[in-house]
């Protein structure tokens, strides 16, 4: 008799013990994903405001002077049909420029920032050159060429559809 309430109650502390087990397993998945906080949920890689980057910078949020996100009209001294070029002379030693693709920072020793806007990425950033290109589409692309005449950046931007 003694050995059938011995295995009666076996069984129930193995039962108990696996949703002891279990309930635990559960409340540490919760705390950790807790610790880790919103990093699994946000979206990485968002696009930064051409606000957020002046705020950065220390500059004002006022518009970029010099700067044009429109083609020049005509076209016609774009080596590549299709291609239009702009080009946006600001008079700081560290300027912002926006472009259709995105926002570029830079100094006279080169390209230190590029920020996508929506739909676009950065595909290469080098010294003085950079390209950003469409999301979904990879021929969707906008060229950035760094000179520095006068002592002031100078930003050529190209468009290739």
């Not at 502390?13 to 087990?21: D, K, P, T």
């Not at 946006?88 to 390209?111: K, L, N, Y």
């Amino acid at each position: 008799m003694r050995f059938l309430d011995r295995l009666g109650r076996q069984p129930m502390v193995i039962v108990a013990g696996w949703i002891l087990a279990a309930v635990l397993g559960v409340l540490v998945g919760i705390v950790g994903i807790g610790l880790v906080g919103a990093g699994l949920t946000s979206r990485q890689g968002t696009p930064t405001s051409q606000e957020d980057v002046l705020r950065a910078l220390g500059e004002s949020s006022s518009p970029t002077p010099g700067v044009s996100d429109s083609p020049t009209p005509g076209g016609s001294d774009s080596p590549t049909p299709g291609v239009s070029e702009l080009s946006a002379t600001p008079a700081m030693a560290s300027q912002s420029f926006t472009t259709r693709g995105g926002i570029v920072v830079a100094t006279c020793d080169g390209i230190t920032a590029m920020s996508p806007a929506q739909g676009f990425q950065v595909h290469e950033q080098s010294g003085r050159e950079g390209e950003f290109r469409g999301i979904r589409d990879n021929h969707d692309r906008i060229k950035v060429v760094l000179t520095c005449p006068n002592g002031a950046p100078d930003l050529r931007v190209r468009y290739e559809d």
